[in-house]
């Protein structure tokens, strides 16, 4: 059986990391697949600054270097802004998948123009480091967002009767006045609304961490990985000292 692990972005208890992996339910897998989940020791409070985002690809780094030697198969990133991915994949050889670029890539198959749907504007510069990496920001013609900081921890619970419509009527705005023809949620934070949106809108609409666990069965079932001449290894490594470090820095997240 082929083993992913999925790196959550934040510390968590147990039953808040149980709403991120019911994303699991969202897609179809085959029988021979297995998602495990993991937080890491350490991270910002959210993704807002470039300190921020510091913080977040060392935790996410560190959390995932041992992945390979542990036996996992690939690492899956939960969280659109795909923190992480490039220096695991400079680390590892398994394949790394960020739901951020793949759920852009997918939206570009779908269609040509494509809008994404988002919480929280302090996000808004997530989207478009990626679309800048990708060079297809003439495809997305807008980012909306509700402009609510987000809950990283329980995410949706609790407040569906508000938030579903919300992100509904936002999205209704991109494909009417923007004329979207694909919508991505911009955060997987937000899947619990996937379905809800899925049923209720005319265009197709991307949940990023479902899409990222389908694709990391399908370069599994090809054999394909990261290409290490994009993703140069390090001539000397540094493995021992970023576990030392967040063994320090997982004491302030007490």
């Known amino acids: 059986m082929k083993k992913v692990l999925v790196i959550i972005p934040f510390p968590m208890s147990e039953g808040n990391r149980a709403l991120r992996s019911a994303q699991v339910d969202a897609v179809d897998l085959g029988p021979d697949i297995r998602f495990d989940f993991r937080s890491v020791r350490a991270a910002p409070r959210n993704y807002v600054s470039g300190a921020d985002l510091v913080v977040a690809e060392i935790g996410m780094l560190e959390a995932g270097l041992r992945a390979e030697a542990e036996g996992y198969d690939a690492i899956c990133i939960d969280t659109v802004s795909d923190s992480?991915?490039?220096?695991?994949?400079?680390?590892?050889?398994?394949?790394?998948?960020?739901?951020?670029?793949?759920?852009?890539?997918?939206?570009?198959?779908?269609?040509?123009?494509?809008?994404?749907?988002?919480?929280?504007?302090?996000?808004?510069?997530?989207?478009e480091k990626t679309l800048t990496d990708l060079g297809i920001g003439h495809a997305c013609v807008s980012i909306r967002s509700l402009d609510i900081a987000p809950d990283n921890q329980s995410l949706m619970s609790g407040k569906e009767a508000e938030l579903f419509p919300a992100l509904e009527k936002?999205?209704?705005?991109?494909?009417?006045?923007?004329?979207?023809?694909?919508?991505?949620?911009?955060?997987t934070t937000m899947h619990q609304s996937h379905a809800y949106l899925a049923e209720r809108l005319p265009i197709p609409v991307i949940n990023p961490g479902?899409?990222?666990?389908?694709?990391?069965?399908?370069?599994?079932?090809?054999?394909?990985?990261?290409?290490?001449?994009?993703?140069?290894?390090?001539?000397?490594?540094?493995?021992?000292?970023?576990?030392?470090?967040?063994?320090?820095?997982?004491?302030?997240?007490h």
């Open 210 to 253: 479902p899409l990222s666990y389908k694709i990391a069965e399908t370069l599994l079932g090809v054999g394909l990985s990261h290409s290490r001449a994009a993703y140069p290894s390090s001539p000397a490594p540094k493995r021992e000292m970023i576990h030392s470090m967040l063994d320090a820095a997982s004491k302030f997240e």
């Open 84 to 127: 992480g991915v490039a220096a695991l994949r400079s680390e590892l050889s398994i394949p790394v998948i960020g739901p951020g670029r793949t759920a852009m890539l997918m939206a570009m198959m779908l269609g040509s123009r494509f809008s994404i749907v988002t919480m929280w504007e302090h996000w808004r510069h997530l989207y």
């Open 170 to 187: 936002l999205a209704r705005s991109c494909i009417e006045l923007d004329r979207a023809e694909v919508i991505i949620l911009g955060s």
